[in-house]
Nanobody, 121 residues
Framework: QVQLVESGGGLVQAGGSLRLSCAAS????????MGWFRQAPGKEREFVAR????????DYKDSVKGRFTISRDNAKNTVYLQMNSLKPEDTAVYYC??????????????WGQGTQVTVSS
């Protein structure tokens, strides 16, 4: 059974930072591209970032480029999202995803339960 368990969410002031973690189990982690999506209240779920299995390529939603960094540790079966210079519009539930690199901007094979990020102005 595949499990993706996110942690690290919380309440932060605008301009602050948070680091999300996602611990994966039940899959051969190093063979999957990993990523993050988010869903704000009243909005559709949207792609945030993705990373290849080898970490040789990353990709970001335009509005988070330069502020967010995705990384992974295959030895720990964990993917991270470092979020800096947070803005109120980054407020959302953040979901960890696993799947194929070529598809991961629009869909994934596996989803986590999500972690809430709230940025106050």
């Amino acid at each position: 059974q595949v499990q993706l368990v996110e942690s690290g969410g919380g309440l932060v002031q605008a301009g602050g930072s948070l680091r999300l973690s996602c611990a994966a189990s039940g899959l051969t982690f190093e063979t999957y591209a990993m990523g993050w999506f988010r869903q704000a209240p009243g909005k559709e779920r949207e792609f945030v970032a993705r990373i290849t299995w080898s970490s040789d390529s990353t990709d970001y939603k335009d509005s988070v480029k330069g502020r967010f960094t995705i990384s992974r540790d295959n030895a720990k079966n964990t993917v991270y999202l470092q979020m800096n210079s947070l803005k109120p519009e980054d407020t959302a539930v953040y979901y960890c995803v696993a799947g194929r690199w070529g598809e991961l901007r629009t869909r994934s094979m596996y989803w986590g339960q999500g972690t809430q990020v709230t940025v106050s102005s």
